[in-house]
DNA sequence: CCGGTCTATTAAGAAATTGTGAACTTACCG
DNA sequence: CGGTAAGTTCACAATTTCTTAATAGACCGG
């Protein structure tokens, strides 16, 4: 699915470069992208939102760390990763571009292997910091992937209503959420069922965790607490 | 016995940049061996089959590029990393060295620190990529390559929507995949086939493998676990 | 304590989803 | 052309999940 793929987009003013580094990393099954100059990477980076940002240092309009420096002011991509490339393999221009906020750097000529397992790496450590909407507590862990869920460690089976109940309210741990938010995004806007089927879910999902980390609010609805 | 233990081999005509390497690359549990110029680092290589190759550029007899040259030809040592250790000042040497099918370089004058996450880099890279995506779990192991499946040392003949179906829930153990997601990847976005169409296939799987490794999680879809 | 309002619990059956065996279609190969 | 295997579909069985309804319990102000 094209919505798992990351996206990468490549800023260089040297087409050759930018033609062997698209290649190697469209090879890895990656979606690529390319911009020839600072400006026109800060455009493209704003349209595509993607995953990983490659900036050559040396580039006409913007330079790499200019462009680097404007990207982590901007909230939208905190989570954008950006590598630079140098022809300068010296040190201090390395330290530099790590002091801007870069996450990594390759230095030119580029070897596809250092460049596609430098990615690979970076891709990795990144998902490992970012795990996957999973919620994590002192005896709970809900993981939306797995539909799984442990408590002091033993796996619990949530059935399908019940498992995205109670990831709604952990996901907010501490807010109440109203019958009717509840109904709205666990069964969808549409869906009219009775008021006595949210309670019945609760219970279970109460019984089934086998601790009591869910408050019922009177006359306005359950919180996840813990 | 030490088959566990990485072996790297040093190749240096720089007593004191060996020993500096040797000492650190120890420190991390490697085996570690040297060699003075590039014709032993050839004959050593040829004895010792080493997991890693350090090589300077400028060596007497043969320089590191010829020796990697050299022993890129060779399938003995198709899979041995090599990393070059290049002067700062030479940059074309560089070139040259990345070309030749290094896998990554070093500049000197080296820092321990650098070295060290490097080569450990290197090793979990690679280590990653080197059984050519075969899955291996404790009773079970998957070959992508050869559409091979086996079960406690048994084989096993997958036909190929079978063999597709479980390496995509065995790539990501653990992890639950939606009927529309196995259906996109094992069937093509575009191709469509009646519901029941996963269960059968699901279910010869099972069936082959004669073991429980595939869980139907209801109203979402399957997941391997083991 | 009482009535009113809300939630908890339980069991039953309705609804949805998956499992299964057999039949059918298609593709391939000698 | 016939034989074999893969892939698909279908009808129905088996199972799980969801919903409801009925009843019991909790809480609150008067």
Not at 24 to 44: C, I, M, P, T
Not at 71 to 85: G, P, S, Y
Not at 125 to 137: A, C, I, M, S, W
Not at 169 to 186: D, H, M, T, Y
Request: glycine fraction near 6%.
């Amino acid at each position: 699915m094209d919505t798992n793929r990351k996206r990468i987009l490549i800023a260089d003013d040297e087409p050759d470069i930018i033609e062997i580094i698209q290649y190697n990393l469209k090879q890895e099954g990656y979606e690529v992208f390319s911009a020839k100059d600072g400006d026109e990477a800060l455009v493209r980076a704003k349209e595509l939102k993607p995953d990983l940002v490659i900036l050559d240092i040396m580039m006409p309009k913007r330079n790499g760390v200019e462009v680097c420096r404007i990207m982590r002011t901007q909230t939208a991509f905190e989570n954008t990763l950006i590598i630079f490339l140098t022809a300068l393999s010296d040190e201090s221009s390395q330290i530099k571009g790590l002091d801007t906020g870069a996450d990594d750097y390759i230095s030119k000529p580029i070897s596809p292997k250092v460049l596609v397992s430098r990615v690979n790496a970076l891709f990795r450590r990144h998902k490992q910091e970012d795990n996957g909407g999973v919620l994590v507590f002192d005896q709970l862990s809900i993981d939306p992937q797995q539909y799984m869920v442990k408590v002091d460690g033993r796996d619990v089976t949530l059935a399908k209503k019940e498992f995205e109940l109670l990831y709604l309210l952990a996901s907010k741990p501490g807010r109440v959420f109203l019958r009717n938010e509840i109904l709205n995004q666990v069964w969808g806007n549409d869906v009219i069922v009775g008021d006595r089927t949210i309670d019945v879910h609760i219970r279970k999902v109460r019984q089934k965790l086998g601790m009591d980390c869910i408050t019922t609010v009177k006359g306005v609805g359950y919180k996840f607490d813990i």
